[in-house]
Nanobody, 126 residues
Framework: HVQLVESGGGSVQTGGSLRLSCKMSRSTDSRYSMAWFRQAPGHEREGVARLSTADTATYADSVKGRFTISKDDADNFLYLQMNSLKPEDTGVYYC?????????????????????WGQGTQVTVS
């Protein structure tokens, strides 16, 4: 069983930055593709950034140029660096993992494509 634990959320002013971390109980190497999702109040959860098993990054249009996804395989961490934050970035941020053995997802930002989820960390931008 894979466990994911997010941290790094908080409150920040518009234009500020935050770095989210996600600790994975297993290696973050090529055996998993990893992603960040977020859920704003009253909205469905949406994909924000994804890192393929080949370390190719994909971003939602709303965060391109502002957010950067990365990972540290040595310590099994996934990160999301968030710059130039806007109030519409407010929400609970989740990390997710998809085993590579499931192949390439049809939709990299579809929740159903990911098997393992963290509990989420709150980000508030005002």
């Amino acid at each position: 069983h894979v466990q994911l634990v997010e941290s790094g959320g908080g409150s920040v002013q518009t234009g500020g930055s935050l770095r989210l971390s996600c600790k994975m109980s297993r290696s973050t190497d090529s055996r998993y593709s990893m992603a960040w999702f977020r859920q704003a109040p009253g909205h469905e959860r949406e994909g924000v950034a994804r890192l393929s098993t080949a370390d190719t990054a994909t971003y939602a249009d709303s965060v391109k140029g502002r957010f950067t996804i990365s990972k540290d395989d040595a310590d099994n961490f996934l990160y999301l660096q968030m710059n130039s934050l806007k109030p519409e970035d407010t929400g609970v941020y989740y990390c997710a993992a998809r085993p590579a053995r499931y192949g390439r997802p049809r939709d990299v930002f579809a929740e159903v494509e990911y098997t393992y989820w963290g509990q989420g960390t709150q980000v508030t931008v005002s």
